[in-house]
């Protein structure tokens, strides 16, 4: 698998505590947000969407908040653990399983 | 299990050249993407296919070409490599009307 050492924010955040990842996209007319998780030598992983008439959606520890008016998007993952530790992507498309624009990334850091 | 593969994992070729890179998925998707990585640019969109025949250029298209004969590949055509193409290429494929994408573990190119 590959990935490259990108020159990210980073997010570091102590084991146990919640982790906010933010994200401002561009197209006021995408209709579908989603959140990638890619650990190293990896590709992205699909972790959550939340489609453009929802504020909010919870999965499992995880909470994608969308914010039409300032065009912001934030994922929360509760209880943060070493497995998090991650590149985390926002993408945004036009439409269901359409083409995707991805956000430059954050880089979360987990500390024991 | 259904998967999607890329080959090779690794690539060093010299400016010039041509490169075709794989990809092969076995979910029967409609939808694949070919994604680039490089160092602050996250990930951008190369070219992609809505079905067999169907191929349209993504926000970084030049100086590469697809083509889909079937659904389960899409294998991605360097026509004369530069070292500004020296990046790792992601595959996806997704299905109509899903969000979820489903990548390839990715493929190093390093044009020389």
């Known amino acids: 698998g590959e990935s490259v050492g990108l020159h990210l924010p980073t997010l570091s955040v102590q084991e146990g505590d919640n982790s906010i990842i933010n994200c401002a996209y561009s197209?006021?007319?995408?209709?579908?947000f989603i959140w990638y998780k890619q650990e190293s030598g990896k590709g992205p992983q699909f972790i959550i969407d939340?489609?453009?008439?929802?504020d909010k959606r919870q999965g499992q520890r995880v909470t994608v908040l969308l914010n039409k008016t300032v065009k912001h998007l934030s994922l929360q993952i509760a209880a943060t653990q070493p497995g998090d530790s991650a590149v985390y992507f926002c993408?945004?498309?036009?439409?269901?399983?359409?083409?995707?624009?991805f956000g430059g990334g954050t880089r979360v850091l987990v500390k024991p | 299990d259904a998967e999607i593969t890329q080959s090779p994992r690794h690539k060093i070729t010299e400016t010039g050249r041509q490169v075709t890179l794989a990809c092969h998925q076995t979910?029967?998707?409609?939808?694949m993407f070919w994604y680039r990585q490089d160092l602050g640019h996250g990930l951008r969109l190369i070219h992609y296919?809505?079905?067999?025949?169907?191929?349209n250029k993504g926000e970084v298209s030049d100086g590469y070409s697809v083509s889909r004969s079937n659904t389960e590949d899409l294998p991605l055509t360097l026509e004369s490599a530069a070292s500004s193409q020296t990046s790792v290429y992601f595959c996806?494929?997704?299905?109509?009307?899903?969000?979820?994408?489903?990548f390839g573990q990715g493929t190093r190119l390093t044009v020389v």
């Open positions: 996806a494929s997704s299905v109509t009307g899903g969000t979820e994408a489903f």
């Open positions: 197209n006021s007319a995408s209709d579908y």
């Open positions: 939340i489609r453009s008439n929802m």
């Open positions: 993408a945004e498309g036009g439409a269901a399983g359409n083409k995707l624009t």
């Open positions: 979910w029967n998707h409609n939808n």
């Open positions: 296919s809505y079905g067999v025949q169907d191929t």
